[in-house]
């Protein structure tokens, strides 16, 4: 007996009795509230084991238990494994025919019975003439033929009971496209599971569905057929063994927007017909509806939803001959015509492109080469047939990538590579929305941007231009975000090792219009620095100067300079307007101010220093920041730059020029005098009288605003025609830079380093210095010291555009030119330029303005 078993202590027959133990199985079961627990042996067994209820005197045993309290029960078997001889079932009713319900169907605790092969079983029961709906959840379900298996061995089957006796409407497994199976009045939906498979539950919901006593159906299934290809098969309900059944079933069919159908019957098997046919009822989005008859064509290449409704005839209801069996199968694939266009990317040096949808509810279908692809890329220099099915231009991103190997600098090459957007196809419909220039270099040189119009962009200055250019470093952190076509303080931006530079619209939709040149690029070598702007400050607002990463903290241990030129009766304003510093681990940040002339005072602070907020500076100026390497926080400083008029030269002209107006009136008096004197007496030899013209006595302590020497650094900044440097050294020196026609029309105080004498009319002394270093090579090697690195900025050019004359009339007479001049301007502050007279004597250094400048870009391009 059993009970030998369950009572384990036997003195003195140990051995005995753990092989006893070992040949039970006890486990305790509790089933849930609703559900029995049934416990039956597997049909055809031959295995000697039985499954005992309790223990104790009270023990029942039988080949099958059945369990239908909710309380725990001990369950004994005489054997070890009792998972190969005996099956769980475990079943639930759900009655929703007295009032309406809605109920999520649940598994039972999924560990348990994992020994046994378990059959869960959902019996479902409404009021006649309505049906159960039971709603699967995504991913649904999908039919099987009866007699396959379920890959995650997970395999559901549904059955009505009909007057006529069990249909089978079929076999499932989960992942499928069925979302919703309606049937008549009663049913069962069981899941078998077999031994040892963890139970994955996936709980569907049981409602009431619609009345059938007008439609006569008995199956109804919902089906949402997928984007893309696919093929799926339906089968009819008992397939394989027929159905005998009158009664009509009905599958809905949803199918995806721009997604054609194609219906195919597959294994028909006609049941014997007593009276009238077996018909197929179509009914499609458009509400036409047509009918065909199984062996007819079905439908081919259709759109949209619709519904097949299958009639089966008055049919021999006798299993001895055939039962009607159809395997139904429905293709879906993409319905449009592709748009077919070519990138050739094999003209364009460098040139990749980059095609994404953006919108994933959008049916678009991209190829490359005829293979479907979620993203194009067509690599650099190549070229590619591309397709777009069903995708709206809108919903498409180009993005564009082109590479340069930048040589190494070299001095031979100093033809500036210009950046401009090129041509794309214009079959290639997609608008433009990125364009990226990577510039590469092998070595450390350094990348010049030579730019124009570009300010950065700061939230006190917003870019509200057609596009915005992003500088970066290609190790990926960011320089800054600049605002091109604007009204502009950036001249140029040096930046050591690889760059790159995207463009994004602002105002605009599609980048490929802008024709323009958004950049110049050159090579010069190593810099200290990982970034050097050279600016000039526009009188007509402040200009913002932004740390690399700016609002982020700068890379640890970079650096950064500003070279900012201050015009003429001006001074700069600085302001630090946000700045945020780290704590350093090693090293420390600063910020150090210098003016450009090597003799000024070096004004420098720390991260644990505090500093002035505002900074004046007379005269053209350095700004260098560099971070140490932080333990925490960020070394990120905005600085706003704003220049002032220098009231006190304001006044200074006006003085001047009164003085002089006196001067020609004292003049003017004096020659009324002597010619009334000549007139009274007989002529005498008055060539003594001299009058300079340019260097007149002021009264008081006025002086001229201006002194010679600074006059000249003036003429000097526009000078830089290479012709005029001469040989191909020098051009790899800065003198190409400061063009006229990328500077905002300021003087450029580069050349303010001249260390000449600066408040004296320039001698013949000068003059002959000037002409002794005609040879360049003096003149480079005087001023090397400033040139650290060498291409930081412009070279100064102590030149004296005078011709050595030695005549002091000569000097004088130009000194009145450019008073008369600035007089006219003073509210300007253009460069000071030579008289007429002057260039005529000095033909060469008028080739060196804009005129002149101008014609090399234009042949860059
Ligand atoms: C289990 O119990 C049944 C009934 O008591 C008995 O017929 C059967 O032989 C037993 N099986 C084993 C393996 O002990
Ligand atoms: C569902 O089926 C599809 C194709 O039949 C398959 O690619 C996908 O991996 C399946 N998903 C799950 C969760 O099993
Ligand atoms: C898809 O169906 C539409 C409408 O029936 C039809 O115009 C189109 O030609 C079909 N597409 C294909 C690829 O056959
Ligand atoms: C620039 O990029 C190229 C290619 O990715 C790489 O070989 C080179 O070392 C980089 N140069 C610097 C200075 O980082
Ligand atoms: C400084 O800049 C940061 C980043 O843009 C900003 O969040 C913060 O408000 C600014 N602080 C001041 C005082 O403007
Ligand atoms: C700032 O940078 C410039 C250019 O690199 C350099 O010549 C100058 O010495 C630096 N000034 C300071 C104070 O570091």
Redesign the pocket.
């Known amino acids: 007996m059993m009970g030998s078993c369950v009572v384990p202590v036997l003195i003195g027959l140990i051995l005995l009795q753990i092989h006893k133990i070992s040949e039970c199985h006890k486990i305790e079961v509790t089933p849930d509230p609703g559900t029995t627990v049934e416990f039956i042996k597997k049909a055809g067994q031959g295995l000697d084991c039985d499954a005992c209820k309790d223990e104790g005197p009270s023990q029942t045993c039988n080949s099958k238990l059945e369990l239908t309290e909710a309380r725990p029960t001990i369950v004994t078997f005489n054997c070890s494994q009792p998972g190969d001889v005996f099956t769980v079932e475990i079943n639930q009713k759900i009655d929703c025919s007295p009032t309406a319900c809605s109920i999520i169907a649940t598994h039972p605790d999924s560990t348990r019975f994992l020994e046994f092969s378990r059959t869960f079983n959902w019996d479902l029961k409404v009021q006649p003439d309505r049906m159960f709906q039971l709603d699967f959840p995504a991913p649904g379900m999908r039919q099987i033929k009866p007699s396959e298996s379920c890959p995650d061995k997970h395999t559901y089957t549904i059955i009505t009971y009909q007057r006529s006796g069990p249909i089978s409407i079929g076999t499932f497994c989960r992942n499928g496209t069925i979302s919703c199976i309606q049937a008549l009045f009663k049913g069962r939906v069981s899941l078998e599971v077999p031994k040892g498979t963890d139970l994955n539950p996936s709980d569907f919901k049981v409602s009431i569905g619609p009345d059938t006593k007008a439609t006569a159906l008995v199956v109804v299934v919902d089906v949402k057929l997928p984007r893309g290809l696919s093929s799926t098969d339906f089968f009819t309900p008992n397939y394989g063994t027929g159905y005998y059944s009158e009664e009509k079933i009905k599958w809905n069919f949803a199918v995806e927007p721009m997604q054609n159908f194609t219906v195919l019957f597959q294994h028909y098997t006609p049941p014997e017909c007593k009276n009238k046919k077996v018909l197929v009822d179509y009914t499609l989005a458009d509400k036409t509806s047509f009918t065909k008859e199984p062996k007819d064509i079905q439908p081919i290449n259709k759109q949209g939803d619709f519904s097949l409704t299958l009639t089966n005839c008055e049919p021999t209801k006798d299993s001895l001959v055939p039962g009607l069996s159809l395997n139904i199968n429905v293709a879906v694939f993409r319905g449009g015509t592709p748009y077919l266009c070519t990138a050739d990317l094999r003209k364009e040096e460098g040139l990749s492109l980059q095609i994404e949808n953006k919108n994933p509810e959008s049916y678009c279908e991209m190829s490359l080469n005829s293979v479907a692809q979620e993203k194009i890329v067509v690599p650099a220099g190549t070229k590619a047939d591309l397709s777009f099915l069903d995708c709206p231009v809108q919903d498409l991103q180009l993005t564009a990538t082109q590479t340069y190997d930048c040589p190494r600098a070299s001095p031979l090459d100093t033809r500036p590579l210009s950046l401009s957007i090129p041509t794309l196809d214009p079959s290639l419909h997609v608008p433009l929305h990125k364009f990226t220039w990577l510039l590469r270099v092998l070595d450390q040189s350094t990348v010049d941007l030579t730019v124009k119009n570009l300010h950065q962009s700061v939230p006190d200055k917003e870019c509200n231009k057609r596009v915005s250019l992003l500088v970066s470093e290609t190790d990926g952190s960011n320089i800054g975000q600049f605002c091109s076509m604007a009204e502009g303080t950036i001249q140029k931006i040096q930046v050591k090792g690889n760059v790159s530079i995207t463009v994004t619209p602002n105002t605009i939709k599609d980048l490929s219009q802008e024709k323009e040149t958004f950049l110049r690029v050159t090579m010069s070598p190593e810099i200290?620095?990982n970034v050097?702007y050279t600016v000039s400050p526009l009188v007509s607002g402040p200009m913002y100067l932004a740390t690399p990463n700016w609002p982020h903290g700068m890379n640890p241990s970079s650096s950064v300079?500003w070279i900012i030129s201050v015009p003429q009766e001006h001074k700069a304003e600085l302001q630090f307007t946000n700045v945020s510093k780290p704590v350093c681990d090693s090293g420390h940040t600063e910020i150090?101010i210098?003016p450009l002339d090597s003799q000024g005072q070096?004004q420098?602070w720390r991260e644990d220093q505090s500093f002035a907020n505002t900074i004046i500076q007379q005269q053209s100026f350095?700004l260098?920041m560099s971070n140490c390497e932080p333990k925490s926080g960020r070394f990120a400083v905005l600085s706003k730059v704003t220049l002032q008029k220098e009231t006190k030269n304001f006044l200074n002209i006006i003085l001047a020029v009164v003085g002089v107006l006196l001067l020609l009136l004292i003049i003017a008096l004096i020659v009324v005098c002597v010619i009334r004197k000549r007139k009274n007496k007989p002529k005498t030899n008055r060539s003594s009288i001299f009058l300079p013209r340019g260097k007149p006595f002021l009264p008081g302590n006025a002086t001229f605003p201006k002194s010679r020497a600074d006059n000249e650094s003036h003429v000097y900044a526009s000078i830089d025609d290479p012709t005029m440097y001469g040989n191909f050294a020098d051009k790899n020196q800065p003198a190409e830079i400061d063009n006229g026609a990328w500077s905002n029309g300021h003087p450029v105080d580069a050349y303010r380093p001249f260390s000449g004498p600066s408040d004296s009319i320039p001698s013949a002394k000068d003059s002959s210095a000037e002409y002794s270093m005609e040879g360049r090579g003096g003149d480079r090697d005087a001023y090397q010291p400033f040139l650290?690195?060498p291409n930081?900025f412009n070279l100064p050019r102590p030149r004296s555009p005078l011709v050595s004359q030695g005549s002091l009339r000569f000097e004088d007479r130009r000194m009145i030119d450019n008073e008369l001049h600035t007089f006219k301007s003073f509210g300007d502050i253009n460069p000071i330029r030579l008289s007429a007279d002057e260039s005529r004597l000095q033909p060469q250094m008028e080739s060196d303005t804009d005129s002149n400048a101008e014609p090399e870009y234009e042949e860059a391009i």
């Open positions: 200290t620095e050097i300079t150090a210098r070096t420098s350095y260098n650290n690195p930081t």
